[in-house]
C-alpha cells in the first residue's frame, strides 16, 4: 500500500523539484538597491556609495571599490537623479511650465487682438451702420425721402402740377438728382469706414437734400402760380370773347334799326 502510494505520488515530488531547479533566486546587491533608492527618491550623497572605499591612511583599500567606482570618478560627485534641481526630468518640467506660461500670454495677446479686431470691424462694417444710435435717432429720419423719392415728389399737390412739371422737364431734373444723392446715401450706409467718416458723409447728403427740396419746393411753388395765372388768363379771354360778342350783337341791333327807320 505504501509502495503504491509513493509510485503515485513521485511525478508530483519530480515536477516540485524541476520546477524548484528552474525557479531565479532573488539577488540582494545592497549597491544595486542603494543606486536605485539613490536614482528615485533619496538624497544624493557621495559618501553612501556601495562598495565602499575602506580607505586605510586616506587610500581605498577596497579592490571592489575600485573595480566599480575607479573608473568613473566622476559619477559619486555629480548628482545624477533626473528630479534633482538640476535633473533632466526637472528641467524638462520647468522648461513645459514656461512654455505654457508663453503660450498663455501669447493666447491671451492674440485674444486682446482678435476682440479688437472684432470691435474694430463692428464699428467701421457697412452691416451694422443701421443699429449707429445717432442714425437711428436722426439721419435715418430725415433722409427718409431718398428711399421713396416718386411717391414724395408731389406730397399734396394736384395732377395738374405734377403734369406742368413733366411737360417743361423739371421733374426729370429732380429724379436725376434725387437718384444721385440715394446713390450716394446708398454707398454710405453699405461701405466700410470710420463713424466719423460715415456721419459726414451722411450731413454732406443732407445738406444737399435740403437744398433740392428747397429748388423743388420753389418750383412747385412757381408752377402752381404759373397754373394760376394761366387759368385766370383763360378766363379773361373768355371773358372777353363774351364782352365781344355782346358788343358785335349791339351793334348789329343798331344797324337792322337803323335801316328799318331808313325804309
Known sequence: MMNTKFWLLFPAFGLLFLAGSQAQTPIQDRAVV??????????????????????????????????????????????????????????????????????????????????????????????????????????????SPLENIEAQAFQHHSAQVKAYLEENGAYAWYLENMKSLAERYGFAKTQDMERGQRILMYHRILLDLRKLQSDWDRKLALSQKMLAFRQSIQVSQKRNLLDQADQSEDILADILKKRILLR
Not at 579592490?63 to 566622476?74: D, F, G, I, Q, V
Not at 518640467?93 to 505654457?100: F, W
Open 34 to 143: 542603494a543606486q536605485q533608492e539613490r536614482m528615485v527618491f533619496k538624497q544624493w550623497d557621495e559618501d553612501r556609495f556601495l562598495p565602499r572605499p575602506n580607505r586605510f591612511l586616506g587610500i581605498p583599500t577596497n579592490s571592489n571599490w575600485y573595480l566599480t567606482w575607479a573608473l568613473h570618478p566622476n559619477y559619486p560627485k555629480l548628482d545624477r537623479r533626473p528630479l534633482s534641481a538640476r535633473g533632466e526630468q526637472t528641467q524638462r518640467m520647468g522648461l513645459a511650465v514656461a512654455m505654457k506660461i508663453s503660450s498663455d500670454y501669447y493666447k491671451q495677446q492674440t485674444d486682446t487682438i482678435r476682440n479688437l479686431a472684432t470691435r474694430e470691424m463692428a464699428r467701421i462694417s457697412g452691416a451694422f451702420s443701421s443699429a449707429d444710435p445717432l442714425y437711428v435717432l436722426y439721419y435715418k429720419k430725415e433722409l
